[in-house]
């Protein structure tokens, strides 16, 4: 059965920190990632990571230098570290996984991701 559980989301102040946790079960997927969506708007890419090894990572431009994603593959775990966070960061943040690369599905954005969690809100106050 899949599932991927989001934790870790909250409030804070501008230039402060969180890190969300996705707990993921029913598969071992070749691409996992964050994506994150603000009311009103589309659900946006935040960052994606390689299961396949490689580790190899990808950031969207508007957190590139202040997040980092990472896994744990014996745990199942994704991670996104969120540094120096801005008001314009708030949104609901969810996890994603797909059992196909991330090279073959990151030009499709959310549509390229076949499993996702629930998500989990974070507010950033200036």
């Known amino acids: 059965q899949v599932q991927l559980v989001e934790s870790g989301g909250g409030s804070v102040q501008a230039g402060g920190s969180l890190r969300l946790s996705c707990a993921a079960s029913?598969?071992?997927?070749?691409?996992m990632g964050w994506f994150r969506q603000a009311p009103g708007k589309e659900r946006e890419g935040v960052a994606t990571?390689?299961?396949?090894?490689?580790?190899?990572?990808s950031y969207d431009d508007r957190v590139e230098g202040r997040f980092t994603i990472s896994q744990d593959n014996a745990k199942k775990a994704l991670y996104l570290q969120m540094n120096s966070l801005k008001p314009e960061d708030t949104a609901t943040y969810y996890c994603?996984?797909?059992?196909?690369?991330?090279?073959?599905?990151?030009?499709?954005?959310?549509?390229?991701?076949?499993?996702w969690g629930r998500g989990t809100q974070v507010t950033v106050s200036s």
């Open positions: 994603a996984a797909d059992l196909r690369p991330c090279w073959s599905i990151q030009a499709l954005g959310a549509a390229g991701f076949r499993h």
């Open positions: 029913g598969y071992t997927y070749s691409c």
């Open positions: 990571v390689d299961g396949d090894g490689s580790g190899r990572t």
